[in-house]
């Protein structure tokens, strides 16, 4: 699971695919293979990638770094978090 607090649906998503490369699109929620907002899917590599971005405090990182390899989606977050800081940090000077 990562840790995705304080973070936007939208930066999320934008920081693993700026990672990945791939495209997610969010699915609507009258899509049967998602049933609620909040899910993404992409094709990448021969496979349908899905980030649940329902729940508010993480995501389960599994299809991503099955894909792109361990740990891709955690450097996704912690690269997005680290420009926020630095945005914030700068912004207070």
Known sequence: MVNTLGLSRGD????????TG???????????ICPRPGNFVAMAK?????VDLFAPDGFDESDID???GLGTAQRAVDRLRAEKGAVHHESAE
């Open 12 to 19: 999320i998503i934008r920081a693993i695919e700026a990672e």
């Open 22 to 32: 791939a495209h997610f699109e969010e699915v609507r929620a009258y899509k049967p």
């Open 46 to 50: 021969g496979r349908m990638l899905l």
């Open 66 to 68: 099955m894909t792109f």
